[in-house]
């Protein structure tokens, strides 16, 4: 998963997927999984069968077909970010939105220390270990000894072994070892009840230290930040990151004519539009491009797949000939396509609180 | 990681008190204000009225908060505790957050306050008088506390409230902070593209920043020199990424960090083979191929070819004659000497001084360009001539515009004949004639100063351009309000290497969204998505938790994707 020197760098290394590689399989938007390359099995799914023997030689970023040529999927190179989205949750995990702001708000880069509990499904402690590589580290912590050894599995299939130690300790009724005082850069909680923690930070976070601490719940919020302050933190913030996605697509527009009559042409040209193209689906995931020969224009129709929809879209580019068409006179140029923007109705809302504190710094 | 405590805890207090010199951010008033500041006993900043020194800065630890006091040498900063609170006789608590502090359930509230500015009893000349005679600005707030009528009436938050902005306005508070490339864009963005761009180690970062340089000294922050960083950009003039200089780079980090101008990168990627595709590669008598360049390992001292106090001369054209261009006349190259020392993480290079003389015959003016001879990682010894090729890369030299020159030189072993050809790049030029004689000698002089010679930004070499052609990168971020996004992706995707990822950020989201239809017709990347991200900060208190009055409501959209091949 993570980058080689450039030293130690081969072209194969690099680019082209081997045997035992971890690839990021691609199947459409917002549907992908991962697949440990395994000569002689396959990767199955509800578009195809796929040979796992075809994959390797491929450079990552390819797309593959399937068995007899049903199905396609794109091969990707995983990275923290795609491996969040990928990984099996045997908890509630953390996303990109709190994960870049963690990370970028403890200032954690290359060589550092960081102390993380829990563990969980090791989503965020992937992203720290790329942060810190490659002399850093990351001491993680969960208290549950089977979801502690699957995060330590996960670690080592993607080449992350060496740059964390996962531990199996309960930090809330334990606190951190002893042999790690003095020695983080950063740490992080994600406890139900931090507060038990926090006095005992101290020897931990001396040289100002940061500290992060995650909740769902604001009673927890409360609660960690009362602690905080009555010991005697520093730079208390608590915080909320989300990110807004935002659906891309084509439409059509009405418009009205001078006598206040709604164009009906454009919509016309959609339904015809869309009886062709219904003849000329195939079975892939996603839908073929085909020439459309109407009244004489070629006119391409192309399907954008996403969220949930399939929207036929008429092609911006100018050999469209709608207004050409002599069904079409009078119509606009602009009622026609546009590339639309709104954000998705169904999003991800919170997820947790994200409180910052530092240990007030010594005078001399 | 097995260094005993102690030694660790100083070695990241070395990353975290102010050294002399190094560049220091100011935060006056808890976020009214941010300057910069270089930490030099003879720096001052400027606190409401007066002027202090910075020198008691020096030393203390990132995170320390100073105040101004008064005394007879004059103005000065001092040093508080940050538990230091304003006491007042009429404040009618003990603990700020004490859960028995329940301000809703007070029995105060703001119904008899007349605002008509007559309960404070405390006049101006009596304050400025105050002050004359050195009273702190605690005292003074102190004593306005105590000579105002209302306060007593006031609601606990409402005294606090008081109590704040009487202090900010007395008593600013100064608190040091370490520079840090967050504080520009809204950090939850910057930290966003950072991540979704995969910065880590070993990364080749393809930027396109134009917003200032801190994109790139973002990126450098987070990849610590491990790895590279081509700011790219397409305008003919380098941009200026003055920017970098205000971040305590180590000379690591600094190192790692390169710009290149974007056609010389899009060459480059097209015609992977040839890794002088954009030199004028004319050798004389040189027969090796560039295959060849790249095959061989690099000799073991690449400089006995060139041996101390030795004048080398290059015979040959300085242009070729289909491009000649003029020299502003009169233009003094400036001399610089600097030894280039590079450390072992830059593309395996040894930099070497080599002073090059020219005597312009044409216009009498004989000018040296100082500069680096980088020995490519491999270069190539034909055994017949015992040419060694080295290409010549000088930067920056010039007064009055940028001239970059390059070219390549080979040398004879034997007779330590160099010849050659070397071009001109960018603004200044000048008029060559097939006369023009170029003496090389090879200096061992002391470091000018290391930063200058391996400063961040610097413009990448051939050789450098040459392996993110052949490889591609490994990410790209693009910050550039200016520039149309569908445009930049169709120059910059090719130049990543397959599965890359990259991130585009856009103050504007209709911009995106066409760019992201695009991408998605043509195949060219997947996942892709067009995110907007949202922060929000709270105020955490006893029964006073709320989000901050004041919040961002937009610091623009972020479309990321993984390119495909």
Same mark, same amino acid.
């Given at each position: 998963?993570?980058?080689?020197?450039?030293?130690?760098?081969?072209?194969?290394?690099?680019?082209?997927?081997?045997?035992?590689?971890?690839?990021?399989?691609?199947?459409?938007?917002?549907?992908?999984?991962?697949?440990?390359?395994?000569?002689?099995?396959?990767?199955?799914?509800?578009?195809?069968?796929?040979?796992?023997?075809?994959?390797?030689?491929?450079?990552?970023?390819?797309?593959?077909?399937?068995?007899?040529?049903?199905?396609?999927?794109?091969?990707?190179?995983?990275?923290?970010?795609?491996?969040?989205?990928?990984?099996?949750?045997?908890?509630?995990?953390?996303?990109?939105?709190?994960?870049?702001?963690?990370?970028?708000?403890?200032?954690?880069?290359?060589?550092?220390?960081?102390?993380?509990?829990?563990?969980?499904?090791?989503?965020?402690?992937?992203?720290?270990?790329?942060?810190?590589?490659?002399?850093?580290?990351?001491?993680?912590?969960?208290?549950?000894?089977?979801?502690?050894?699957?995060?330590?599995?996960?670690?080592?299939?993607?080449?992350?072994?060496?740059?964390?130690?996962?531990?199996?300790?309960?930090?809330?009724?334990?606190?951190?070892?002893?042999?790690?005082?003095?020695?983080?850069?950063?740490?992080?909680?994600?406890?139900?009840?931090?507060?038990?923690?926090?006095?005992?930070?101290?020897?931990y976070l001396e040289g100002n230290v940061p500290l992060c601490s995650f909740s769902p719940c604001i009673e927890q919020v409360?609660?960690?930040?009362?602690?905080?302050?009555?010991?005697?933190?520093?730079?208390?913030?608590?915080?909320?990151?989300?990110?807004?996605?935002?659906?891309?697509?084509?439409?059509?527009?009405?418009?009205?004519?001078?006598?206040?009559?709604?164009?009906?042409?454009?919509?016309?040209?959609?339904?015809?539009?869309?009886?062709?193209?219904?003849?000329?689906?195939?079975?892939?995931?996603?839908?073929?491009?085909?020439?459309?020969?109407?009244?004489?224009?070629?006119?391409?129709?192309?399907?954008?797949?996403?969220?949930?929809?399939?929207?036929?879209?008429?092609?911006?580019?100018?050999?469209?000939?709608?207004?050409?068409?002599?069904?079409?006179?009078?119509?606009?140029?602009?009622?026609?396509?546009?590339?639309?923007?709104?954000?998705?109705?169904?999003?991800?809302?919170?997820?947790?609180?994200?409180?910052?504190?530092?240990?007030?710094?010594?005078?001399? | 990681?097995?260094?005993?405590?102690?030694?660790?805890?100083?070695?990241?207090?070395?990353?975290?008190?102010?050294?002399?010199?190094?560049?220091?951010?100011?935060?006056?008033?808890?976020?009214?204000?941010?300057?910069?500041?270089?930490?030099?006993?003879?720096?001052?900043?400027?606190?409401?009225?007066?002027?202090?020194?910075?020198? +008691?800065?020096?030393?203390?630890?990132?995170?320390?908060?100073?105040?101004?006091?008064?005394? +007879?040498?004059?103005?000065?900063?001092?040093?508080?505790?940050?538990?230091?609170?304003?006491?007042?006789?009429?404040?009618?608590?003990?603990?700020?957050?004490?859960?028995?502090?329940?301000?809703?359930?007070?029995?105060?509230?703001?119904?008899?306050?007349?605002?008509?500015?007559?309960?404070?009893?405390?006049?101006?000349?009596?304050?400025?008088?105050?002050?004359?005679?050195?009273?702190?600005?605690?005292?003074?707030?102190?004593?306005?506390?105590?000579?105002? =009528?209302?306060?007593?009436?006031?609601?606990?938050?409402?005294?606090?409230?008081?109590?704040?902005k009487k202090q900010k306005k007395h008593a600013p508070r100064i608190v040091v902070r370490c520079p840090s490339a967050r504080?520009?864009?809204?950090?939850?963005?910057?930290?966003?593209?950072?991540?979704?761009?995969?910065?880590?180690?070993?990364?080749?970062?393809?930027?396109?920043?134009?917003?200032?340089?801190?994109?790139?000294?973002?990126?450098?922050?987070?990849?610590?020199?491990?790895?590279?960083?081509?700011?790219?950009?397409?305008?003919?003039?380098?941009?200026?990424?003055?920017?970098?200089?205000?971040?305590?780079?180590?000379?690591?980090?600094?190192?790692?960090?390169?710009?290149?101008?974007?056609?010389?990168?899009?060459?480059?990627?097209?015609?992977?083979?040839?890794?002088?595709?954009?030199?004028?590669?004319?050798?004389?008598?040189?027969?090796?191929?560039?295959?060849?360049?790249?095959?061989?390992?690099?000799?073991?001292?690449?400089?006995?070819?060139?041996?101390?106090?030795?004048?080398?001369?290059?015979?040959?054209?300085?242009?070729?004659?289909?491009?000649?261009?003029?020299?502003?006349?009169?233009?003094?190259?400036?001399?610089?000497?600097?030894?280039?020392?590079?450390?072992?993480?830059?593309? &395996?290079?040894?930099?070497?001084?080599?002073?090059?003389?020219?005597?312009?015959?044409?216009?009498?003016?004989?000018y040296q360009l100082n500069g680096e001879i980088e020995f490519p990682n491999q270069c190539t010894v034909d055994a017949k001539?015992?040419?060694?090729?080295?290409?010549?890369?000088?930067?920056?030299?010039?007064?009055?515009?940028?001239?970059?020159?390059?070219?390549?030189?080979?040398?004879?072993?034997?007779?330590?004949?160099?010849?050659?050809?070397?071009?001109?790049?960018?603004?200044?030029?000048?008029?060559?004639?097939?006369?023009?004689?170029?003496?090389?000698?090879?200096?061992?002089?002391?470091?000018?100063?290391?930063?200058?010679?391996?400063?961040?930004?610097?413009?990448?070499?051939?050789?450098?351009?040459?392996?993110?052609?052949?490889?591609?990168? &490994?990410?790209?971020?693009?910050?550039?309000?200016?520039?149309? +996004?569908?445009?930049?992706?169709?120059?910059?995707? +090719?130049?990543?290497? !397959?599965?890359?990822?990259?991130?585009?950020?856009?103050?504007?989201?209709? !911009?995106?969204?066409?760019?992201?239809?695009?991408?998605?017709?043509?195949?060219?990347?997947?996942?892709?998505?067009?995110?907007? !991200?949202?922060?929000?900060?709270?105020?955490?208190? !006893?029964?006073?938790?709320?989000?901050?009055?004041?919040?961002?409501?937009? =610091?623009?959209?972020?479309?990321?994707?993984?390119?495909?091949?």
């Amino acid at each position: 998963m993570l980058g080689v020197p450039r030293d130690q760098r081969t072209e194969s290394a690099e680019c082209l997927i081997r045997e035992g590689d971890v690839v990021i399989v691609y199947e459409r938007h917002d549907r992908m999984k991962q697949a440990t390359v395994c000569k002689g099995k396959e990767f199955q799914n509800r578009f195809g069968v796929f040979p796992y023997c075809d994959w390797i030689g491929k450079p990552f970023g390819s797309r593959v077909v399937g068995k007899k040529g049903i199905g396609f999927v794109y091969l990707l190179k995983p990275t923290p970010e795609l491996w969040t989205l990928v990984l099996s949750h045997r908890t509630q995990i953390l996303y990109v939105a709190d994960i870049s702001f963690v990370v970028g708000f403890l200032e954690i880069g290359p060589g550092k220390v960081v102390l993380e509990s829990g563990t969980g499904s090791g989503s965020l402690t992937t992203s720290l270990a790329r942060s810190i590589a490659p002399l850093g580290h990351v001491y993680s912590f969960d208290f549950h000894e089977l979801r502690a050894e699957a995060a330590r599995e996960d670690f080592k299939r993607n080449g992350l072994g060496s740059l964390v130690t996962v531990a199996v300790r309960d930090i809330q009724g334990q606190g951190f070892p002893e042999d790690l005082v003095g020695r983080a850069d950063a740490v992080f909680l994600d406890l139900p009840q931090p507060w038990l923690v926090i006095p005992h930070l101290g020897r931990y976070l001396e040289g100002n230290v940061p500290l992060c601490s995650f909740s769902p719940c604001i009673e927890q919020v409360q609660r960690t930040c009362e602690a905080l302050t009555s010991n005697h933190f520093t730079d208390i913030r608590t915080f909320e990151v989300l990110l807004r996605s935002y659906d891309v697509r084509t439409q059509t527009f009405g418009s009205l004519s001078m006598t206040g009559v709604k164009e009906e042409i454009a919509a016309e040209n959609l339904s015809q539009v869309r009886k062709l193209s219904g003849q000329k689906r195939g079975r892939d995931g996603l839908k073929q491009t085909e020439p459309l020969v109407m009244q004489g224009h070629v006119l391409t129709t192309e399907e954008v797949t996403n969220g949930k929809e399939c929207i036929p879209a008429l092609s911006s580019s100018s050999d469209i000939g709608l207004s050409k068409n002599p069904e079409n006179t009078g119509v606009e140029r602009n009622s026609s396509e546009r590339i639309v923007a709104r954000p998705y109705p169904e999003t991800r809302g919170h997820t947790g609180f994200l409180t910052f504190a530092r240990q007030g710094s010594n005078l001399n | 990681m097995s260094e005993n405590s102690s030694e660790t805890r100083s070695k990241r207090h070395m990353g975290t008190i102010v050294i002399e010199g190094s560049s220091i951010l100011l935060d006056i008033n808890h976020g009214d204000r941010f300057t910069f500041a270089r930490a030099h006993t003879s720096s001052m900043v400027k606190l409401g009225n007066v002027k202090c020194s910075l020198a +008691p800065l020096i030393g203390c630890p990132f995170g320390s908060i100073f105040e101004v006091s008064k005394d +007879p040498k004059g103005p000065h900063l001092v040093q508080v505790s940050q538990d230091k609170e304003i006491q007042s006789s009429n404040c009618n608590k003990t603990e700020v957050h004490g859960v028995e502090e329940l301000d809703i359930c007070s029995d105060r509230d703001n119904r008899d306050l007349i605002d008509d500015n007559t309960a404070q009893s405390l006049s101006e000349l009596e304050i400025s008088y105050m002050r004359r005679d050195g009273a702190s600005g605690t005292k003074i707030v102190e004593a306005l506390i105590a000579n105002s =009528a209302s306060f007593q009436n006031k609601t606990t938050l409402s005294q606090e409230k008081y109590k704040r902005k009487k202090q900010k306005k007395h008593a600013p508070r100064i608190v040091v902070r370490c520079p840090s490339a967050r504080r520009y864009l809204r950090m939850d963005v910057l930290a966003l593209l950072l991540s979704l761009a995969n910065v880590g180690a070993n990364a080749d970062v393809l930027l396109l920043d134009e917003l200032g340089g801190f994109l790139t000294a973002a990126v450098g922050e987070r990849l610590g020199g491990f790895g590279t960083i081509c700011s790219t950009y397409c305008a003919s003039k380098v941009p200026s990424l003055g920017m970098l200089g205000l971040f305590n780079f180590t000379p690591c980090t600094s190192s790692s960090i390169f710009c290149a101008p974007l056609f010389e990168l899009i060459q480059a990627r097209s015609s992977i083979s040839t890794a002088e595709g954009n030199h004028e590669v004319s050798a004389k008598g040189h027969s090796s191929t560039e295959a060849d360049l790249h095959s061989t390992v690099l000799p073991e001292s690449p400089l006995t070819a060139l041996l101390p106090e030795q004048q080398t001369k290059i015979a040959g054209s300085l242009l070729d004659e289909s491009e000649k261009i003029l020299l502003v006349k009169g233009a003094q190259l400036e001399t610089r000497m600097s030894k280039s020392l590079k450390a072992s993480l830059i593309d &395996s290079s040894i930099g070497f001084p080599v002073r090059v003389e020219m005597a312009a015959q044409e216009f009498s003016c004989s000018y040296q360009l100082n500069g680096e001879i980088e020995f490519p990682n491999q270069c190539t010894v034909d055994a017949k001539s015992q040419l060694q090729t080295f290409s010549l890369e000088t930067d920056n030299l010039v007064g009055e515009g940028s001239i970059a020159t390059v070219g390549q030189l080979d040398v004879d072993s034997q007779t330590h004949q160099l010849q050659g050809e070397i071009k001109n790049r960018t603004n200044c030029g000048f008029k060559g004639t097939d006369d023009m004689v170029h003496t090389a000698t090879n200096a061992e002089s002391k470091h000018d100063s290391q930063d200058k010679s391996l400063r961040a930004g610097r413009r990448a070499s051939a050789n450098q351009v040459a392996y993110w052609g052949r490889h591609g990168f &490994s990410s790209l971020i693009v910050g550039a309000p200016e520039m149309d +996004p569908l445009s930049v992706c169709k120059r910059m995707l +090719p130049l990543l290497s !397959p599965s890359a990822p990259f991130v585009i950020y856009h103050p504007y989201m209709q !911009p995106l969204a066409e760019c992201m239809h695009h991408l998605r017709k043509e195949r060219m990347a997947v996942n892709l998505q067009l995110s907007e !991200p949202w922060l929000r900060e709270y105020q955490v208190l !006893p029964s006073q938790t709320h989000p901050h009055m004041q919040m961002s409501s937009t =610091a623009g959209f972020c479309l990321s994707g993984t390119r495909t091949v």
